[in-house]
């Protein structure tokens, strides 16, 4: 069965410091794809970025970067010079390829950026 | 365009009322899934719809909950009878289902909340 943990229930920084938010996943499939959402306080979940299980490059997208390792399971998120306006719950999501596609999320990480 | 929306945004309900709980995916999304999210969780899969075709349902809690796509579109989640621990977030999210892309696009979901 495919398992998402976040063990990181509420991180508080000050703006403008670098945060990483850990998601650590379980899959028996070989090939499987891991997510990233975001959900700000309207609610509304944000898609942030895809990553396929076969494509172990990290990457970058402005202030977020994202560091996949097979070898640890692990899919971590980083927000570089965090603001006020990343305050919300993120959450790390994988789906397997061979079911209907449904995502299996983690519990989520509340995070709080102070001005 | 014109993003996932969902309606109504807030439901209250009277234990054993009936309710039914609409989605209008983005259009051209093949694939419809809803999901319950409870406070302070994750988002938690029940049912996915391709075109018309319900191909799983296994997320469903009990046989109080049903859903539908008529016409491959839009979709409703019908809650019948509905008890004190159905009071959660329900979320609808679509996805286009070509090869490569997966992502699934939500709404701004339905606040259900059983007196």
């Known amino acids: 069965a495919q398992k998402v943990t976040q063990a990181q229930t509420e991180i508080s920084v000050v703006e403008k410091e670098d945060v990483t938010l850990d998601c650590v996943y379980e899959?028996?499939?070989?090939?499987?794809?891991l997510f990233w959402y975001k959900q700000p306080p309207s609610g509304e979940l944000v898609f942030l970025i895809r990553r396929n299980s076969f494509d172990e490059q990290n990457e970058i997208s402005g202030r977020y970067s994202w560091n996949f390792q097979k070898s640890t399971s692990s899919f971590n998120f980083t927000i570089t010079a965090s603001q006020v306006v990343d305050s919300a719950v993120y959450f790390c999501a994988l789906s397997e390829a061979g079911s209907a596609r449904q995502l299996t999320f983690g519990s989520g990480t509340q995070l709080t950026v102070l001005p | 365009g014109a993003g996932v929306s969902q309606s109504p945004r807030y439901k209250v309900a009277k234990r054993g009322q009936d309710v039914a709980l609409r989605c209008d995916p983005i259009s051209g999304h093949v694939s419809l899934f809803w999901y319950q999210q409870a406070l302070g969780q994750g988002p938690e899969f029940l049912t996915y719809f391709q075109n018309e075709a319900q191909l799983d349902k296994s997320g469903l809690p009990s046989d109080r909950f049903f859903a539908e796509r008529p016409e491959g579109s839009v979709s409703t989640l019908k809650i019948q009878r509905t008890q004190q621990e159905d009071s959660a977030v329900y979320l609808c999210a679509s996805s286009l289902e070509l090869a490569g892309s997966y992502e699934q696009y939500f709404g701004p979901g339905t606040r259900l909340t059983v007196t």
């Open positions: 899959t028996r499939d070989t090939t499987y794809y």
